[in-house]
């Protein structure tokens, strides 16, 4: 059997991060969400704070229309195609949660997998963002709104998917209604 | 604090009905599903035959433009006006199972509700239907989309909402991947 693998897509400030922490701490096992940053960093050769900014949504059209190499690839391509790796061989490695950065879409093909999606309404996001973040209480939701708009057109650039679109997760649970820790249990108890 | 009421939406086939009965039983709760029919059909005066053909989907555009009474209420709106009654009476009887019949978009402002929405994949629904309700194997698929698409209209139609979209759902659940009694235990456990 291959390794078991969680990966938890979500809504910018509905706890999915924290969630995925959770439930792999109650599970023993690793949770990767900042840490891809640096493999993906190493493995694509840019900047660990290009990645960063880049490594889940669309900032400017820019990014993919400019800067091709020799072979037409941008460096969108470059760092989706780096992160496909190191996404690939973490699944290879050992059973873990990994979250965000399109690995439902990379590890869809994956035999042992349980596709989590992490959704809250706008009123429950913006609290969250504005509290645990400590971002700006003017206009949380504008924020919100834009970082929907660039994690669904990155996701749509390379999956060719709707970005949460109910099909594509075993299971999607709605975070400000349920609250992060019984998430979290639910995540553990499917594993 | 009002009674505790479970709403289940579902693609046809994905074994919903069986989940929010499994839950229920777990739950020492009644389900409403079947029963629902000869309740609507006392509140309307329609027959039962007709509100269990016509209570979920849109068979024909015919049933909608035609047949207005007097105040120029079709009997597709009288259907959902009963419906609706029904529903919002029994839960404020007591604490439920209530499958279909929009009653996630019903009870929608109900302060004590958890709304389920199960869903599978095409061949899972196909296989589905063909083992548990005998229906004919042949092109099972076909049969699954004409059901989709009924009922996705008549939702849209009397809701403005779209159907099976995740942020009208607290948990929502691919049954073909998780199995129907693990969603039951889930939906239970979230009570």
Same mark, same amino acid.
């Given at each position: 059997?291959?390794?078991?693998? %969680?990966?938890?897509?979500?809504? #910018? ?15 023993? %096992? ?16 840019? #900047?660990?704070?290009?990645? +960063? ?26 760092? #989706? ?5 190191? %996404? ?28 989590? #999606? ?7 996001? +913006? ?18 709104k834009e970082k929907d708009r660039k994690r669904r057109a990155y996701y749509q650039m390379y999956t060719d998917r709707r970005w949460g679109a ?8 709605d975070s400000g209604a349920l609250g992060i820790e019984r998430c979290a249990e639910i995540v553990a108890s499917l594993y």
């Amino acid at each position: 059997m291959s390794n078991r693998i %969680i990966t938890i897509s979500r809504e #910018f400030g509905s706890g999915g991060r924290t969630i995925g922490r959770l439930a792999a701490q109650k599970l023993g %096992i690793a949770c990767y969400d900042q840490e891809l940053i640096d493999k993906i960093a190493q493995e694509s050769g840019l #900047f660990k704070e290009y990645v +960063a900014a880049h490594a889940e949504d669309v900032r400017s059209w820019m990014d993919f229309v400019s800067s091709h190499d020799y072979y037409g690839h941008s460096v969108g391509d470059k760092l #989706f195609s780096a992160q496909t790796k190191v %996404i690939r061989e973490l699944a290879e490695q050992e059973s873990c949660v990994i979250v965000g950065r399109c690995s439902d879409y990379i590890l869809g093909d994956w035999d042992n997998l349980l596709t989590v #999606f992490i959704h809250a309404s706008m009123e429950k996001r +913006a609290e969250r963002i504005v509290n645990q973040y400590g971002e700006s209480a003017q206009d949380p939701v504008s924020r919100l709104k834009e970082k929907d708009r660039k994690r669904r057109a990155y996701y749509q650039m390379y999956t060719d998917r709707r970005w949460g679109a109910m099909e594509n997760y075993h299971v999607a649970l709605d975070s400000g209604a349920l609250g992060i820790e019984r998430c979290a249990e639910i995540v553990a108890s499917l594993y």
